[in-house]
């Protein structure tokens, strides 16, 4: 029996994080769900949110913004559209996108663009999160 778990998060320009770790808790479509070393073969679709790992007794918090996780061999795969570690976030440009975000909320012509500027807002709230503010 394995006592970690590797974890690595790509997107289509990089290779965020390839790490050993003791756990892992992502934000799958049908809520969160966790991951421990050893886990069975398991594919989930993920939400626009923050997935974070265990390590050394320390948290780490890591946003991601939709995609896929895949748990096979020890191994949690995220293909993420995009993903930041808390420290690699940019925090001023996360609060101008959730201000204009909720701009175009405000004034949402149709249901597209009011879904589309929901996502946005969802996106730079959890970056925000992610990186300790809001
Ligand atoms: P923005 O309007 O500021 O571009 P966005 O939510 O539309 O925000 P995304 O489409 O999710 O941005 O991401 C585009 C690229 O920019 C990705 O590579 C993503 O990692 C990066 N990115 C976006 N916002 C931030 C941020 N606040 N800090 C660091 N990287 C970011």
């Given amino acids: 029996m394995e006592k970690s ?10 290779l965020v994080l390839s790490e050993s770790v003791d756990y892992v808790g ?3 479509q049908l809520g969160e769900f966790g991951v421990l070393p050893n886990h069975i ?3 989930s679709a993920l939400s626009v949110g923050n997935l974070y790992y265990k390590k050394d007794g320390k948290t780490k918090y890591v ?3 939709g995609g896929f996780a895949d748990v096979s ?7 993420a559209e995009a993903a930041e570690k ?6 001023e440009r996360a609060r101008k996108a959730k201000e204009r975000a ?17 996502v ?3 996106r730079a709230l959890s970056r925000m999160k992610a990186a300790g503010v809001s």
Avoid at 5 to 14: G, R, S
């Fill in 73 to 79: 061999s020890n191994k949690i795969t995220i293909l």
């Fill in 41 to 43: 073969p398991f594919l």
């Fill in 26 to 28: 992502a934000p799958g």
């Fill in 63 to 65: 946003f991601v913004a």
């Fill in 102 to 118: 909720e701009a175009r909320l405000a004034k949402a012509a149709d249901q597209i663009a009011y879904a589309r500027a929901q």
């Fill in 120 to 122: 946005a807002l969802q």
């Fill in 5 to 14: 778990l590797q974890l690595e998060i790509v997107t289509p320009d990089k």
């Fill in 86 to 91: 808390a420290e690699d976030i940019d925090v």
